[in-house]
């Protein structure tokens, strides 16, 4: 049973657009969402992390949007940059305390 | 954030071998999970390694396949065993910082195997 889905599978941006990227999660005892970004031949970075007692959380040019009654949150990244091109992954705990499950992931592509 | 390193960073590998990867942590931690990321997808959580009790394992991974040691609080090895072509996929470890409030995880850079 997929925990967290994530949307789209890939997405092309023009430099200086803005991308955004969907998770939909199920569990509502979900009280941690963060988001992943990997760049190939790397490990998966942390990139921005939510709870859901705020509904915005903004870092620079990246922003999570939380809906809790809707049950999605989004990784909005404003400017895009050639260098932000990677695959991104969002995530929600997992069945354990101290796990996380992971979408499928978004490649993203910024075209100058 | 944690820094971590892994060896090896890729190898190539006959069916029927096993390999060991080491997992080094720049701090000590208490929970060191393993994950396998196949290539084009998402990442799949193998097990569990806390230091001093048994690796936990989720479904569909086994201890004889990938058994894990945890010996001490910064260091833990994977090995994957009798390994076949469908074993071939980056493993990666990552650790839970205990100063942190939430659960932040932080990844290793990952351990690229092919087996032939």
């Known amino acids: 049973q997929q925990q967290v889905k994530q949307s789209p599978q890939s997405l092309i941006v023009q430099k200086g657009g803005i991308s955004i990227i969907n998770c939909a999660y199920e569990?509502?005892?979900?009280?941690?969402f963060p988001w992943y970004q990997q760049f190939p031949g790397k490990g998966p970075a942390l990139l921005i992390a939510i709870r859901p007692d705020v509904s915005e959380k903004k870092e620079g040019r990246f922003t999570i949007s939380f809906n809790k009654s809707a049950k999605q949150f989004s990784l909005h990244i404003m400017d895009s940059q050639p260098g932000d091109s990677a695959t991104y992954f969002c995530a929600g705990p997992g069945a354990g305390s101290y796990q996380l499950t992971f979408g499928k992931g978004t490649k993203l592509s910024v075209i100058p | 954030s944690a820094v971590i390193s892994q060896k090896p960073s890729r190898d190539i590998c006959q069916r029927g071998t096993s390999l060991t990867i080491q997992c080094q942590v720049d701090?000590?931690?208490?929970?060191m999970f393993w994950y396998r990321q196949q290539p084009g997808q998402s990442l799949t959580l193998i097990a569990t390694a806390n230091q001093g009790s048994e690796a936990t394992y989720e479904s569909g991974f086994v201890i004889d396949k990938f058994p894990i040691s945890r010996p001490n609080l910064t260091f833990s090895t994977l090995t994957v065993s009798n390994m076949s072509p469908e074993d071939s996929s980056i493993y990666l470890c990552?650790?839970?910082?205990?100063?942190?409030?939430?659960?932040?995880?932080?990844f290793g850079p990952g351990t690229r195997l092919t087996v032939l």
């Open positions: 990552s650790v839970e910082y205990p100063s942190t409030a939430d659960n932040e995880q932080f």
């Open positions: 569990n509502t005892a979900f009280d941690y």
């Open positions: 701090s000590q931690v208490t929970m």
